[in-house]
């Protein structure tokens, strides 16, 4: 028994310290509306009417800076806020007393607000100090709150149709219940930090000792130009925001973008009902268009329950148009959206690292369209078809008009196989300059998938096909999924049930190389040129009487070449028939074979004779011509400014 009431001491102390821990930021005016974004921070208004001084908050230590860097006060009616103070807080001397209370700072203070009654002894108090006592206050900043996350649920129907219901999942733990509050989640990450607002910064200063030490470099002075009366007129121009608007902008101060939206006024400690909210001019995207026939999701009866979407200042929004309540330290989900999309399950060939079985098998897919007007943010999917569960698995972030593929499930009954081979081709004159010459060639790597369907149903197949750096798919199949900065593609394959197919996927790059211009690759590159120069074209003149240069240093080339070719046989001719004569110098019985070999290795003599003189005319002929060639395009100049072709083997 002593045992199980220490436990359950323990336990009430537990919960006792959880109950006394006050919210982020505290205060009496009540709160009206949250805006949470995807970083962290969500912005936090709070409204109402007052007939004090002053107003305080009580503001948790690690939330001071965001709340001074962020507070906007905006005041529809009486007198005007004067100032917000604040206790700067240090580290205590070892002979300094304990401060039970915060330093008093402005006119004499209110009682603690009940709504802060509670909160830890070590808040930080803001105090506003009011003009007057009657006030019509909306007050606006940002305090670290959880991310909201997506979670989409996909239905697949027959007729390539499929309805996409998105839930936004939201987490109160600010320390104080939200309750019938205006709640708006907005998609994307707009630059949020942490400030230091509240700590005292004294910077170092540079010490002049009673030596006459001096400063090393005099400072440089800095003349500021008077402004141009265009610039005063500007400013002059420039007009304060209307007051509905101001508190959505402040939002925007921190995060970009909250959408506008009235809020209600009370008295302190009491509320009024909320005003109905402005609708956006913006497009929406919020009104679903057909149930989910034979299947278990159906949409909502009452339309105007969801989200309505806008896109505003480029940030997709999600305005609940009903009041929400979340109590603290819980957790809610709202549908945010519930629409028809043009959707399908198929097939994608994608090899994971994760999974050694998708390098021969593709995964099942849900492929869909985003046809609302915002931003799909990450998150987890579920897919359903015909009633059933098919899988799940994680879409990545989706802007509008775009189509995603997700992978649920892994299928066996297919399978993929691989080849690759590269090859080059062509010559394009690319650049003359100082008698060189430059060609470009182009570089076909080839990828063909051999697919083998086990299934009796036809399927299609999306390869997802890793692309190149700085290749061009060439001659795609049509449906290929191709994007500037991606590093793959999606090419369709369509294979009947029972059978198998492939698919050839043709990447073509080229590069730049120098080449002799009587190489063989010289002289198409020059050929090609001629070929295609239009009538009148100088270069293509100039090459004429060169292309004859070079056909002839070609042929002196094929005829050494087999000459050469020649030279060697019979030299390996003769030292075989020197090699026999030694071998039988000495049998009196093999005279005749003697005289037989003797005449034929003076045969061969004869004609290397020849050979070796041929090869040394064409020598001197070949370097005759080379001057010649070296001379005639000495003062040629050209430089392709087109992008060569990749033209077809």
């Known amino acids: 028994m002593k045992a199980i009431s220490r436990f359950v001491l323990l336990f009430l102390c537990i919960a006792a310290n959880a109950c006394a821990r006050g919210p982020n930021v505290g205060s009496e005016l009540p709160l009206k509306r949250v805006v949470i974004y995807r970083n962290g921070v969500g912005y936090f208004e709070r409204e109402g009417e007052v007939d004090t001084a002053e107003v305080r908050f009580r503001v948790k230590p690690e939330m001071i800076g965001d709340f001074l860097a962020s507070l906007a006060i905006v005041e529809r009616g009486g007198s005007s806020v004067r100032s917000a103070s604040f206790p700067l807080s240090r580290e205590p001397a070892d002979d300094d007393e304990p401060m039970s209370e915060p330093p008093h700072l402005g006119p004499p203070s209110l009682p603690v607000p009940t709504s802060a009654k509670g909160a830890e002894a070590d808040d930080e108090v803001v105090v506003l100090h009011l003009d007057g006592e009657h006030h019509h206050l909306r007050i606006g900043y940002i305090s670290e709150t959880p991310v909201w996350r997506p979670s989409y649920r996909l239905v697949v129907q027959h007729d390539g149709k499929a309805v996409l219901q998105l839930w936004g999942i939201v987490q109160n733990l600010s320390g104080e219940d939200w309750n019938d509050i205006s709640l708006t989640l907005v998609a994307g990450a707009p630059i949020a930090f942490q400030s230091?607002?509240?700590?005292?910064?004294?910077?170092?200063?540079?010490?002049?000792?009673?030596?006459?030490?001096?400063?090393?470099?005099?400072?440089?002075?800095?003349?500021?130009?008077?402004?141009?009366?265009?610039?005063?007129?500007?400013?002059?121009?420039?007009?304060?925001?209307?007051?509905?608007d101001t508190m959505g902008q402040l939002a925007g101060m921190k995060a970009s973008a909250a959408p506008p939206a009235q809020m209600a006024g009370g008295r302190v400690g009491k509320s009024r009902p909320r005003r109905a909210m402005k609708k956006s001019k913006a497009k929406r995207d919020w009104r679903p268009t057909h149930g989910l026939p034979g299947s278990t999701l159906n949409a909502p009866r009452n339309k105007s329950i969801l989200a309505q979407m806008a896109v505003e200042g480029g940030n997709t929004t999600y305005e609940i148009p009903h009041g929400i309540t979340v109590p603290n330290d819980s957790a809610t989900m709202v549908l945010l959206l519930n629409k028809e999309v043009d959707g399908r399950t198929e097939f994608l060939f994608a090899p994971d690292p994760g999974s050694t079985a998708s390098h021969s098998h593709p995964f099942r897919v849900a492929r869909f369209a985003n046809s609302s007007a915002g931003l799909l943010e990450r998150g987890p999917i579920t897919v359903f078809e015909k009633g059933r569960f098919l899988g799940q698995g994680v879409l990545g972030a989706m802007p509008p008009k775009a189509t995603t593929t997700v992978p649920f499930a892994l299928e066996r009954a297919v399978a993929v196989e691989t080849e690759h081979n590269t090859k080059e081709f062509g010559a394009e004159l690319q650049q003359i300059d100082g008698g060189r010459l430059s060609i470009w060639r182009t570089r076909s790597f080839n990828t063909t998938y051999l697919v083998t369907n086990g299934g009796g149903d036809n399927a299609r197949l999306f390869m997802k096909h890793a692309r190149r750096r700085g290749t061009e798919l060439h001659k795609p199949p049509k449906g290929t999924e191709d994007q500037p900065g991606q590093s793959h593609a999606l090419i369709p394959l369509n294979v009947k049930g029972n059978s198998r197919s492939s698919l050839r996927v043709e990447e073509r790059d080229g590069y730049s190389r120098r080449v002799e211009w009587h190489s063989a690759l010289g002289a198409e590159a020059i050929a090609t040129y001629v070929k295609k120069a239009a009538s009148g074209d100088a270069l293509a003149a100039s090459l004429g009487p060169i292309r004859k240069f070079i056909a002839e240093l070609r042929k002196i080339a094929t005829e050494s070449n087999q000459l050469a070719e020649t030279q060697r046989e019979m030299e390996d001719a003769s030292r075989e028939t020197r090699l026999s004569l030694r071998a039988i110098e000495k049998n009196k019985a093999a005279a005749d074979l003697r005289r037989k070999l003797t005449v034929r290795l003076a045969g061969y003599g004869t004609k290397l004779d020849g050979i070796t003189k041929r090869l040394v005319e064409l020598t001197v002929k070949r370097s005759e011509l080379v001057v010649r060639l070296t001379d005639s395009v000495r003062q040629l100049k050209y430089l392709r400014r087109s992008k060569p072709s990749k033209r077809s083997s």
Do not use: K
């Not at 230091?196 to 910077?203: E, K, M, S, W």
């Not at 006459?212 to 420039?238: R, Y």
């Open 196 to 244: 230091t607002l509240a700590d005292a910064v004294i910077p170092p200063r540079p010490i002049v000792t009673d030596e006459g030490e001096v400063i090393a470099a005099v400072p440089e002075a800095i003349t500021t130009l008077s402004a141009s009366q265009e610039m005063v007129e500007a400013e002059e121009d420039m007009v304060a925001p209307e007051e509905d």
